[in-house]
C-alpha cells in the first residue's frame, strides 16, 4: 500500500478517520477532515505522525508507516474505547416461559435485578438462572409499563424493553456516577 497525492477513495478515507483520531491523543498531529482525499491536510498529518513515531519523514503512507498507524490506532481504541458488547439474548425468536431455566437467564436475571435496586416498583428477586414466580412478576411489571402483554415469558419484545429501561437508566446513571 502506497498513497501519495493525489490519492482518493475510501482507502485515504479510513486513513484519514484513524488519523484524526489518533490526533485527539497526539496534538502534535493536526486533525483531519476524513474526506477521501489525500490532500496537504491528510500529507501534513501523515508527516506529523512519522515526526512523532520516529519513522522516516516522507509524506508517503507505504505499509510501515500504515502498520503503525494502525497499531497507535488499535492501542487508543484498546485503552480508551467503547468496551465490546455481547449479545446476552440468544436471538428474536427464543422465549424463556415461566418456569425454564437457561444459562443465558443469569445475565438477563443480573439486568432485571439490577433495575429493581433503582425502580422498586418492579419487585424484587433473586439471580437463578430459572424464569421462577419473582422474575416473571419483574418482567410483568416490565412489560406493563412497556405497553405490551404481560405474560412474564421473556422474548424479543420484552428484552428489547428490558435493554431499553436498562440503557436509559442504570447505564446512563453509572457512567456519570464513575466519571
Known amino acids: 500500500m502506497l ?17 484524526r483520531r489518533i ?13 477521501g482525499v489525500f490532500g496537504q491536510q491528510t500529507r ?27 497499531d497507535v490506532f ?3 481504541e484498546e485503552s480508551v474505547g467503547e468496551p465490546n458488547q455481547i449479545r446476552i439474548f440468544p436471538s428474536g425468536e427464543t422465549v424463556i416461559p415461566l418456569g425454564c431455566s437457561s444459562p443465558c437467564l443469569y445475565a438477563v436475571q443480573g439486568i432485571l435485578f439490577e433495575l429493581t435496586l433503582y425502580f422498586t416498583n418492579l419487585g ?11 422474575c416473571a412478576a419483574v418482567t410483568k411489571n416490565i ?11 421473556i422474548d424479543r419484545l420484552s428484552w428489547n424493553s428490558i435493554v431499553r429501561i436498562y440503557e436509559a437508566f442504570v447505564s446512563n446513571n453509572r457512567v456519570e456516577a464513575a466519571g
Open 74 to 76: 488499535d492501542s487508543i
Open 23 to 35: 490526533s485527539q491523543y497526539y496534538k502534535q498531529i493536526p486533525s483531519v477532515i476524513p474526506d
Open 143 to 153: 412489560q406493563t409499563i412497556s405497553g405490551l402483554e404481560a405474560t412474564g415469558v
Open 44 to 70: 501534513e498529518a501523515v508527516v506529523s505522525f512519522q515526526a512523532v513515531f520516529a519513522l522516516p519523514i516522507t509524506g508517503i503512507v507505504d505499509n510501515a508507516v500504515w502498520n503503525k498507524i494502525i
Open 124 to 134: 424484587s428477586m433473586q439471580i437463578t438462572g430459572v424464569n421462577d414466580e419473582a
Open 3 to 19: 498513497y501519495r497525492n493525489p490519492g482518493y477513495g475510501q482507502p485515504v478515507r479510513s486513513l484519514q478517520t484513524f488519523l
